[in-house]
């Protein structure tokens, strides 16, 4: 692996026992945007669990990451459900077109834009437009509502990233969230969907033509 290896203290198996069950219905929401027989690219996969959720229906799915940990907690979950369509790449968001060499139908990202730097969350966001041609994008709500599960999830944030992903993710919310990072990349958010508690909400936009 020449790329940088970048990992919270939480990446790997921490993330994949203790935190990937609660984001079920949340991942469920992404699988429904995606047809049968696609092929999608999973940017900023963690620990794989939305590749392999989505392996029984889609023809291929890449998963990209930049934690190494992630990523053998992933080829650990990819081993034991024996999907042979996933593959796992080490890379970064920023520049996809250097991890994998050909154009998808969806590119999806979950829950990775709000602790990226803007200028990051910018580029991840103009690279998938030129490796798919759908994206999908998901994360924390913005504004998170004035509700238990929307306190936890910004003292989430606080606890678990400590103080610099905090102010990340204080940056994510001020300028607009997902919407606001789309309208910066001069792109039109086209459907908007929120969970039932109304903290994660997904994004589809339009990528290259193909
Ligand atoms: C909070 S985890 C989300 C993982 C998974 N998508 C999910 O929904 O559970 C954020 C992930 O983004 C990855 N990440 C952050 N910046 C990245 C970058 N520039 N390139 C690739 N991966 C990145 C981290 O390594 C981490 O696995």
């Known amino acids: 692996m020449d790329q940088v290896d970048r990992s919270q203290w939480f990446y790997g198996i921490l993330y994949g026992v203790f ?95 709000h602790e990226m730097p803007a200028q990051d969350r910018l580029a991840t966001i103009r690279s998938m437009t030129r490796v798919a041609k759908q994206l999908i994008i998901s994360d924390h709500s913005v504004p998170q509502p004035k509700t238990i599960p929307g306190y936890l999830t910004t003292l989430a944030e606080l606890c678990f990233g400590g103080r610099s992903n905090f102010t990340l993710y204080n940056e994510f919310n001020a300028s607009g969230g997902i919407v606001g990072a789309l309208e910066q990349c001069g792109l039109t958010p086209e459907n908007r969907m929120l969970d039932d508690k109304k903290i994660r909400e997904v994004v589809t936009a339009s990528g290259c033509s193909g």
């Open 19 to 113: 935190y990937d069950p609660l984001e079920g219905g949340h991942r469920s929401m992404i699988s429904a945007l995606i047809p049968e027989g696609c092929t999608v690219l999973d940017v900023c996969c963690g620990t794989g669990r939305l590749a392999l959720d989505l392996a029984p229906k889609c023809e291929k799915i890449t998963g990209v990451d930049m934690s190494a940990r992630m990523l053998r907690f992933g080829e650990f979950l990819k081993k034991g459900s024996k999907a042979s369509n996933v593959e796992f790449v080490h890379g970064d968001a920023t520049r996809l077109e250097d991890a994998v060499d050909h154009t998808y139908d969806y590119a999806v990202i979950s829950l990775a834009l």
